[in-house]
């Protein structure tokens, strides 16, 4: 491969290069810098990057590989329990390998399964239809509205409370300190960052406790009474710290994800205004437009695992301790899977994407974010047939969770 200045060609060169400002505004040609050595590279002695569908799918389902729980931690990153925004997410499901995690999961699981998310579709409707009337309202005078702060992200936040029960009034503090806290999940690079998402993650933690003493007093029909209930009848069940990371889990595993969703499918339907007709005209297309933006633009890049004991991926020997970074949002763009990768093809057959993961750790809100932004997208452009971008999107300066950061929009041109 021939050298240009800036051009990674080497897999540890793209690896450097996804830790800058300028990889992370478009990773894509490094993950196909790391393709060009393999669907799974070698970056260490224990040390492997993964960027094919078939080898991550399988990474994503082998019991032998497992996520970086507590005991993890311990021995990798010593010094993370001084941080409680890591500790927090350490006793939820998404950071607990067996047995624990069957028994986490199952405690939230029942409110998601596709039949109950089915059931809120109403709820969702109406709640898009609040938003999108207060864009009309933000934008009569010509003003450029931030679709991601006055609409992407507010649906999420506005569903996620409503299930759990959290009172309206407080639900942008909870978006606020939910992003705050959510730069944790980037790891350790940053340390300021880390101490203002521990600082959040202390305010929030109060704040659960407070309500779920109100929930005690008080019951609802809502998932924090239920948490709350599982814990008080079996602490065995659900631990204290276990039910604060629940809570922490749900409430902010969906927002900023399920918003990137929605700020991508708007960007591409702008960019292709045949597609923002079709989601108005055709009602079955949107099904096909939202697994399309997940292949295309996944909110979630990056996943990791490490090998409990021997294993294999399809051409790899895997020893135990060895540390898998799972770049899904590579695998989507895989050749050897998906005919021709780089173009965003709404009517794509058999397309599956591993934006949601596979496997025991398969996203719980799934369903949930798909009917999102199933309705949300829609009636976005049902509602501005005329929605233009007033100023280019910019991105969020992350990788692990990647999405907009600001889209400014004009609802009435
Ligand atoms: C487009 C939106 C979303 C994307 C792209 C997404 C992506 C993912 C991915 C990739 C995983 C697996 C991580 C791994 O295996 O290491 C995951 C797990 C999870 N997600 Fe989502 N997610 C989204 C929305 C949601 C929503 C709306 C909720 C709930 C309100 C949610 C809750 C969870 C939970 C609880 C887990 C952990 C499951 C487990 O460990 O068993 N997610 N998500």
């Not at 864009?135 to 409370?161: C, H, N, Q």
């Not at 055709?282 to 292949?295: A, S, W």
């Not at 049902?382 to 007033?390: E, G, I, S, V």
Request: net charge neutral; glycine share 6%.
């Amino acid at each position: 491969m021939s050298r240009r200045p800036g051009i990674a060609t080497t897999a540890e060169e793209a690896w450097a290069a996804l830790a800058t400002h300028r990889g992370r505004q478009d990773p894509y040609p490094l993950y196909e810098a790391v393709r060009s050595h393999g669907p799974a590279v070698w970056l260490g002695p224990k040390k492997l990057v993964v960027v094919g569908y078939e080898e991550c799918d399988h990474a994503l389902r082998d019991t032998r590989l497992h996520v970086q729980d507590a005991a993890r931690y311990d021995a990798s990153a010593p010094g993370w329990r001084d941080h409680s925004s890591l500790r927090a997410f350490t006793s939820s499901m998404l950071y607990s390998n067996p047995p624990d995690h069957a028994r986490l999961r199952t405690v939230a699981g029942f409110a998601f399964t596709p039949p109950r998310i089915r059931r809120l579709r109403s709820v969702i409707e109406e709640m898009t239809d609040r938003l999108l009337d207060r864009m009309a309202a933000l934008g009569t005078t010509g003003a450029a509205v931030d679709l991601i702060a006055e609409f992407a992200s507010r649906l999420p936040v506005a569903v996620i409370s409503t299930m759990l029960g959290f009172p309206e009034r407080d639900q942008m503090w909870f978006r606020d300190m939910a992003s705050t806290i959510a730069v944790s999940t980037d790891g350790f690079r940053d340390a300021a960052a880390l101490e203002r998402a521990d600082r959040a993650m202390d305010e929030m933690t109060a704040y659960f406790a407070d309500l779920a003493g109100r929930r005690r007093r008080e019951p609802r029909d809502d998932l924090v009474t239920h948490l709350v209930h599982t814990h008080d009848d079996d602490p065995r069940r659900l631990g204290h710290d276990e039910l604060m990371g629940t809570l922490m889990v749900l409430l902010t595993a969906g927002f900023e994800t399920t918003s990137f969703l929605v700020g991508h499918g708007a960007l591409l339907a702008l960019r292709q205004p045949t597609l923002a007709e079709r989601l108005c005209a055709e009602p079955d297309f949107v099904t096909g437009y939202v697994e399309e933006i997940l292949r295309f633009e996944p909110p979630v890049h990056v996943t990791s695992r490490w090998a409990a004991a021997d294993t294999e991926l399809p051409g790899t020997t895997v020893p135990a301790g060895t540390r898998l970074t799972l770049i899904l949002a590579a695998a989507n763009r895989d050749a050897r899977r998906f005919a021709d990768p780089d173009r965003f093809d709404p009517d794509r057959r058999d397309n599956r994407p591993l934006s949601f993961g596979a496997g025991g750790h398969f996203c719980l809100g799934a369903p949930l974010a798909r009917l999102e932004a199933q309705i949300a997208l829609p009636r976005l452009f049902a509602r501005f047939p005329r929605l233009t971008a007033a100023e280019p999107p910019v991105y969020r300066d992350r990788w692990v969770v990647r999405g907009l950061e600001t889209f400014p929009v004009a609802v009435t041109a």
